[in-house]
């Protein structure tokens, strides 16, 4: 096995870590910010594999664009809620945390 | 001396692995922010010796992107966190 595989494997390892935190964590920053940090190491794993023009539009959708879609759709709906007063604000405090 | 270029991306995406632990359990959101933003730079600075390694010049570029993109994700942060972004 070459050092090139290596590097290939360990970037997918990553990879799927991070996909992993996206679903597995509680806050809802640390999620979007786990997703970004996803098309980060996607973008690199373009590179590894031969695709520098589909890192460049990786880079743009999946570290900025999506994640700050994720953050205007957070915000919004915490907006709502706090509108609405359906949802206590003790228990998105709690769902937060 | 390629050798090296590919030793040291592979050290690179090793400390990915470290700050993704960081951005896992990170007490304050000040940690993620800051891993978050290490793990742009080093993904560049791996994209960078990946070019040196290959050869090719036209991967600096990738690398270049990542750079000036990841400081607007860290103001799009900051704006997030100080007052939303709507």
């Excluded at chain 1, 290939?8 to 992993?20: E, H, M």
């Excluded at chain 1, 794993?45 to 959708?61: H, K, R, T, Y």
Aim: hydrophobic share 60%; charged share 15%; aromatic share 8%.
């Amino acid at each position: 096995m070459t050092t090139f595989w290596v590097l290939d494997l360990l970037c997918l390892a990553a990879l799927l870590a991070s996909a992993v935190l996206v679903v597995k964590l509680r806050n809802l920053n640390g999620c979007v910010m786990a997703l970004s940090a996803l098309g980060t190491v996607l973008a690199l794993l373009f590179v590894v594999l031969g695709a520098p023009d589909l890192a460049n539009a990786e880079i743009i959708v999946g570290a900025i664009a999506l994640p700050v879609l994720y953050l205007i759709a957070i915000g919004k709906i915490r907006a709502d809620v706090r509108d609405r007063g359906e949802l206590g604000e003790q228990e998105a405090r709690q769902d937060s945390a | 001396m390629k050798d090296v270029y590919i030793a040291v991306c592979i050290a690179e995406v090793a400390i990915i692995g470290l700050l993704l632990v960081r951005l896992a359990r990170g007490p304050s959101v000040s940690d993620r922010i800051v891993a978050l933003n290490t793990i742009s730079i080093q993904c560049a600075l791996a994209v960078l010796f990946f070019a040196a390694f290959a050869d090719r010049s036209f991967y600096l570029d990738v690398g270049l992107w990542m750079v000036s993109f990841s400081y607007l994700g860290a103001l799009v942060w900051a704006r997030y966190l100080e007052r939303g972004l709507l």
